[in-house]
T-cell receptor, first 107, second 116 residues
Framework: KNEVEQSPQNLTAQEGEFITINCSYS?????LHWLQQHPGGGIVSLFM???GKKKHGRLIATINIQEKHSSLHITASHPRDSAVYIC?????????FGTGTSLTVIP | GAVVSQHPSWVICKSGTSVKIECRSL??????MFWYRQFPKQSLMLMAT?????????EQGVEKDKFLINHASLTLSTLTVTSAHPEDSSFYIC????????????FGPGTRLTVL
């Protein structure tokens, strides 16, 4: 069993839709990261969370430490949001990565 | 925000040659740098952790003699893939942490290595 599980694995949405990507983890963490990887491979760090909620533009990330769960929300999705979104957790000693959620937003 | 660069962004080499990949923190001092590898359609896998001025710590299963890591300064870490083979073809990504703590990681754009 992976330490970090993401769902769904693949997601197709129409432009403008509200999108949610979920991440569950089984280890104690000091922080959780949401990463965005575009075709071609470049990775951008979207959020780092240790509690609560963060918002950046149309992106919102939440984390529930007790439930060991985090969600990434995209409001008013756009084709340029098409990418792979990766959840990663830091235990303080090690990083564990989810396998990613491939998002395609159709115009 | 903090920026991490990698060079080259892609490289093609012949089997048996060595390839060096650089990871630089452009506007902060990186006390710790991490090297990851990603095979197609798979998640990132941590290869090693390097701290400035000391030997890198390699993850289980990663050959330290094959993947040489040097973190000679607070802004530069290098990964050298020695005697590269086609199975080493992968996407190599570095991340860097500053003095604020290990939780803050800034990712480089990655280097795609193809070994013919």
């Amino acid at each position: 069993k992976n330490e970090v599980e993401q769902s769904p694995q693949n997601l197709t949405a129409q432009e403008g839709e509200f999108i949610t990507i979920n991440c569950s983890y089984s280890v104690g963490i000091s922080a959780l990261h949401w990463l965005q990887q575009h075709p071609g491979g470049g990775i951008v760090s979207l959020f780092m969370l240790s509690s609560g909620k963060k918002k950046h533009g149309r992106l919102i990330a939440t984390i529930n430490i007790q439930e060991k769960h985090s969600s990434l929300h995209i409001t008013a999705s756009h084709p340029r949001d098409s990418a792979v979104y990766i959840c990663a957790v830091n235990t303080g000693n090690q990083f564990y990565f989810g396998t990613g959620t491939s998002l395609t937003v159709i115009p | 925000g903090a920026v991490v660069s990698q060079h080259p962004s892609w490289v093609i080499c012949k089997s048996g040659t060595s390839v060096k990949i650089e990871c630089r923190s452009l506007d902060f001092q990186a006390t710790t740098m991490f090297w990851y590898r990603q095979f197609p359609k798979q998640s990132l896998m941590l290869m090693a952790t390097s701290n400035e001025g000391s030997k890198a710590t390699y993850e289980q299963g990663v050959e330290k003699d094959k993947f040489l890591i040097n973190h000679a300064s607070l802004t530069l870490s290098t990964l050298t893939v020695t005697s590269a083979h086609p199975e080493d073809s992968s996407f190599y990504i570095c991340s860097a942490g500053d003095s604020s703590g290990p939780d803050t990681q800034y990712f480089g754009p990655g280097t795609r290595l193809t070994v013919l």
